[in-house]
C-alpha cells in the first residue's frame, strides 16, 4: 500500500468516527455536507476539523506548556468565522464565531488552524507563496502584540468596533448597522391575526403535538440557564408565539436536530419579536484526540460545554445565549440576529489589502483567549492567559513566527492533497454514504 493510499484510508477512518452516528441519523444531509466539502479544498478543510487535529495532536509542539496547553481555545478558527454581532451591551463588534468546537486545548492549536486556512484562501488567489507566507507572519505578530497589550494593561475589554477598525472590516460593521429586525421578521415570518408565526418554506417543518410539548419544555427549562444580570425584566419578552423544526444549516451542523422558536420580545409592537435558534450541539472535534475525561466531568452536556466556551471566550455575548436538553441530549440557544455579517474575502484580492484585515483578525484571536482565564465566569482555567502565552514564547517569538508560518505552508499543501483523496472516496461510496 503506497503513503497515499494509508492516507485515503486515515481520511476515511477519522470522517467516519467522527460522523457515524449522523451519518446514520439523516444521511441525506451528510450527503449535502459532503459534496459541499467537495467543492475546494478550503471547503473541505471547513468540514474535517476532526482530520486537523488527529493530525497535530501527534506533532510535537516545542512552545506549550502545561498552562499555555490547556487554555480556551476557539477549535475550529478559519478565515470565514469572523464576522459582526451585536454584542451584551448593545455596541456593534467585529469578532470571532461560530463557538461550536471551542475546547480546551494548546494556544498554538488556534493559530495553526487560522493559517493553514490562509494558506489555503491565498492559494486559490493565486498568490505568490512569499506573500501568503508574510501574511501568515503578520497574523501571528499582530496576535503576539495583542497578548502583550494584555499583560502590559489591567483592562481586558479590547474590541474590534466601528471607532478603531477600517477597510472590509469596518465596511462589515457598518453594514451591520444598517440591518434592521424587521427585516429578519419579514423574510421568515408571516402575520396572522395581528400575531407572527412562522413562515413555511425554507427548510422550516411543521411539529406534531408531541414534539412540540417536548420542544416548548425545553425552551422553558432554557430560560433557567440565562445570567440574571442578562435576563430581560419584563416577562412578556420570553411568551412563546411559534416553534418549528428547522434544517439548511452550514456545513458544520450537517444531520444535527435544530429548531426555531419566536418570542415576543422587548413589547407587543410586532417588529419586536425575536427569533431563537434550538440547534442539537455536537462533540467537539478535539475532544476525540486528548484525554478529555476531566473536561467532561465539568459539563452536564456538549450545550453546556458550547454555551460554558462561548461565554469565557466572548466577554460580550448574546444576552439570550443558553442551553437545554431534549431527550437526553443537550441543545444550544441563541438569537438568530440580524445584526450578524460575515466577512466577505471575495473582494479581498491584493496581499495589501488582506494584510490591513489579518493584522485586525490577529487581534481578535489574542482577545478570545486573553478574556478566557481567571477573569470569567469559569473556573476551568485559573490563570491570567495573556501571561502564560508570552512565557512560552518569550526569547524565541521569531522562531515562533517561523514555526506557525512553516505549519500552516506544509499543512494546506497537505489539505489539497487530502481534498482529492476525500473526492475519490466519496465517489467511490467509502465513507458511509455514497454520492447518489
Given at each position: 500500500m503506497?503513503a497515499?493510499d494509508?492516507?485515503?484510508?486515515?481520511?476515511?477512518?477519522v470522517?467516519?468516527?467522527?460522523f457515524?452516528?449522523?451519518?446514520?441519523a439523516?444521511?441525506a444531509?451528510?450527503?449535502?455536507?459532503?459534496?459541499k466539502?467537495a467543492?475546494?479544498?478550503?471547503?473541505f478543510y471547513r468540514?474535517?476539523?476532526?482530520?486537523?487535529?488527529?493530525?497535530?495532536?501527534?506533532?510535537?509542539d516545542?512552545y506549550?506548556?502545561?498552562?499555555?496547553?490547556r487554555?480556551?481555545?476557539h477549535?475550529?478558527?478559519?478565515?470565514?468565522?469572523?464576522?459582526?454581532?451585536?454584542?451584551?451591551?448593545?455596541r456593534?463588534?467585529f469578532?470571532?464565531n461560530?463557538?461550536?468546537e471551542a475546547?480546551?486545548?494548546?494556544?498554538?492549536?488556534?493559530?495553526?488552524?487560522?493559517a493553514?486556512?490562509?494558506?489555503?484562501?491565498?492559494?486559490?488567489?493565486?498568490l505568490?507563496?512569499d506573500?501568503?507566507e508574510k501574511?501568515?507572519?503578520r497574523?501571528?505578530r499582530?496576535?503576539?502584540?495583542?497578548?502583550d497589550?494584555?499583560?502590559?494593561s489591567?483592562?481586558?475589554?479590547?474590541?474590534?468596533?466601528?471607532?478603531?477598525?477600517?477597510g472590509?472590516?469596518?465596511?462589515?460593521?457598518l453594514?451591520?448597522?444598517?440591518q434592521?429586525?424587521s427585516?429578519?421578521?419579514?423574510?421568515?415570518?408571516i402575520?396572522?391575526?395581528?400575531?407572527?408565526?412562522?413562515?413555511?418554506?425554507?427548510?422550516?417543518?411543521?411539529?406534531?403535538?408531541?414534539?412540540r410539548?417536548?420542544?416548548?419544555?425545553?425552551?422553558?427549562a432554557?430560560l433557567?440557564?440565562?445570567p440574571?444580570?442578562?435576563r430581560s425584566d419584563?416577562?412578556?419578552?420570553?411568551?412563546?408565539?411559534d416553534?418549528v423544526g428547522?434544517s439548511g444549516?452550514?456545513?458544520?451542523?450537517a444531520?444535527?436536530?435544530a429548531?426555531?422558536?419566536?418570542?415576543?420580545g422587548y413589547?407587543?409592537?410586532?417588529d419586536?419579536?425575536v427569533?431563537?435558534?434550538?440547534?442539537?450541539?455536537?462533540?467537539?472535534?478535539?475532544?476525540r484526540?486528548?484525554?478529555?475525561?476531566?473536561?467532561?466531568?465539568?459539563f452536564d452536556?456538549e450545550?453546556?460545554?458550547?454555551?460554558?466556551s462561548?461565554r469565557a471566550?466572548?466577554?460580550?455575548?448574546?444576552p439570550m445565549?443558553g442551553?437545554?436538553?431534549?431527550?437526553?441530549?443537550?441543545?444550544v440557544?441563541a438569537e438568530?440576529?440580524?445584526?450578524?455579517v460575515d466577512l466577505?474575502?471575495?473582494?479581498?484580492?491584493?496581499?495589501?489589502?488582506?494584510?490591513?484585515?489579518?493584522?485586525l483578525l490577529?487581534r481578535?484571536?489574542?482577545?478570545?483567549?486573553?478574556a478566557?482565564?481567571?477573569?470569567s465566569?469559569?473556573d476551568?482555567?485559573?490563570?491570567?492567559?495573556e501571561?502564560?502565552?508570552?512565557a512560552?514564547v518569550q526569547?524565541?517569538r521569531?522562531?515562533?513566527?517561523?514555526w506557525v508560518?512553516?505549519?500552516g505552508?506544509s499543512?494546506?499543501?497537505q489539505?489539497?492533497?487530502?481534498?482529492?483523496?476525500?473526492?475519490?472516496s466519496?465517489?467511490?461510496?467509502r465513507?458511509?454514504i455514497?454520492?447518489t
Amino acid at each position: 500500500m503506497t503513503a497515499t493510499d494509508e492516507r485515503a484510508d486515515q481520511i476515511v477512518s477519522v470522517l467516519t468516527d467522527a460522523f457515524a452516528p449522523l451519518m446514520e441519523a439523516d444521511p441525506a444531509a451528510f450527503r449535502v455536507k459532503f459534496r459541499k466539502m467537495a467543492a475546494d479544498p478550503h471547503a473541505f478543510y471547513r468540514g474535517s476539523a476532526c482530520l486537523f487535529y488527529a493530525d497535530v495532536t501527534e506533532q510535537e509542539d516545542p512552545y506549550s506548556d502545561e498552562r499555555s496547553g490547556r487554555i480556551w481555545v476557539h477549535g475550529d478558527l478559519h478565515v470565514e468565522n469572523f464576522g459582526t454581532y451585536l454584542n451584551s451591551d448593545g455596541r456593534l463588534v467585529f469578532d470571532i464565531n461560530d463557538f461550536d468546537e471551542a475546547y480546551l486545548g494548546r494556544f498554538v492549536w488556534d493559530l495553526q488552524r487560522f493559517a493553514a486556512s490562509l494558506a489555503l484562501v491565498g492559494w486559490q488567489k493565486a498568490l505568490p507563496t512569499d506573500d501568503v507566507e508574510k501574511l501568515i507572519g503578520r497574523y501571528v505578530r499582530s496576535y503576539l502584540s495583542q497578548v502583550d497589550e494584555y499583560v502590559d494593561s489591567e483592562e481586558d475589554d479590547f474590541a474590534l468596533n466601528l471607532a478603531n477598525t477600517e477597510g472590509p472590516i469596518h465596511q462589515a460593521l457598518l453594514l451591520a448597522r444598517h440591518q434592521r429586525r424587521s427585516d429578519l421578521l419579514a423574510d421568515n415570518t408571516i402575520e396572522i391575526d395581528g400575531v407572527r408565526m412562522f413562515a413555511a418554506g425554507g427548510g422550516v417543518r411543521r411539529l406534531g403535538k408531541r414534539e412540540r410539548a417536548k420542544v416548548v419544555q425545553a425552551f422553558e427549562a432554557y430560560l433557567e440557564t440565562i445570567p440574571e444580570r442578562r435576563r430581560s425584566d419584563r416577562d412578556l419578552f420570553y411568551e412563546l408565539r411559534d416553534v418549528v423544526g428547522k434544517s439548511g444549516f452550514g456545513i458544520g451542523s450537517a444531520g444535527l436536530p435544530a429548531y426555531n422558536v419566536l418570542v415576543e420580545g422587548y413589547s407587543q409592537a410586532l417588529d419586536n419579536d425575536v427569533v431563537l435558534s434550538m440547534k442539537q450541539a455536537n462533540v467537539p472535534a478535539l475532544s476525540r484526540f486528548i484525554d478529555s475525561a476531566e473536561v467532561e466531568r465539568y459539563f452536564d452536556h456538549e450545550g453546556h460545554r458550547t454555551v460554558v466556551s462561548q461565554r469565557a471566550l466572548q466577554v460580550h455575548t448574546d444576552p439570550m445565549l443558553g442551553y437545554t436538553e431534549l431527550d437526553g441530549v443537550g441543545y444550544v440557544v441563541a438569537e438568530v440576529s440580524p445584526y450578524e455579517v460575515d466577512l466577505d474575502w471575495s473582494n479581498l484580492i491584493e496581499p495589501d489589502e488582506i494584510a490591513k484585515v489579518v493584522d485586525l483578525l490577529g487581534r481578535a484571536t489574542a482577545k478570545i483567549h486573553c478574556a478566557s482565564d481567571e477573569d470569567s465566569d469559569q473556573d476551568l482555567v485559573d490563570f491570567q492567559v495573556e501571561e502564560v502565552i508570552a512565557a512560552s514564547v518569550q526569547g524565541r517569538r521569531r522562531e515562533f513566527v517561523r514555526w506557525v508560518t512553516d505549519f500552516g505552508m506544509s499543512y494546506a499543501t497537505q489539505v489539497r492533497e487530502d481534498h482529492a483523496s476525500f473526492v475519490a472516496s466519496f465517489r467511490e461510496g467509502r465513507i458511509g454514504i455514497t454520492s447518489t
